[in-house]
């Protein structure tokens, strides 16, 4: 097992920038893939970011690329998601997941999943 917890998220302008954070514990963490989705309410999880256990390869969601990055610090057991120049429509509860598999971005291939972080991007 691998317990995720997710912080730092709030509440930002339109142009800001947040860092999130994804701690994990449990099993080893250092050769899992991980990834960021993020949900509103009626819509399905949406993929945003993803990396490789050793961090050599990340991908990106089109909406997101460029302005959003992804990293992890294994001697940390820890994932971030720094987020800048954020838009309304960024807005969602972010997510952190862990995967068995190589890098991936559908959800289906995620295993363990932390509670959420809100996000909230004022105009």
């Known amino acids: 097992q691998v317990q995720l917890v997710e912080s730092g998220g709030g509440l930002v302008q339109a142009g800001g920038s947040l860092r999130l954070s994804c701690a994990a514990s449990?099993?080893?963490?250092?050769?899992?893939?991980m990834g960021w989705f993020r949900q509103v309410p009626g819509k399905e999880r949406e993929f945003v970011a993803a990396?490789?256990?050793?961090?050599?390869?990340?991908a990106y969601a089109d909406s997101v690329k460029g302005r959003f990055i992804i990293s992890r610090d294994n001697a940390k057991n820890t994932v971030y998601l720094q987020l800048n120049s954020l838009k309304p429509e960024d807005t969602a509860v972010y997510y952190c997941?862990?995967?068995?598999?190589?890098?991936?971005?559908?959800?289906?291939?995620?295993?363990?999943w932390g509670q959420g972080t809100q996000v909230t991007v004022s105009s």
């Open positions: 449990g099993r080893t963490f250092t050769r899992n893939s």
């Open positions: 997941a862990a995967s068995l598999l190589t890098i991936t971005t559908s959800s289906r291939e995620y295993t363990y």
């Open positions: 990396i490789t256990w050793n961090g050599g390869d990340t």
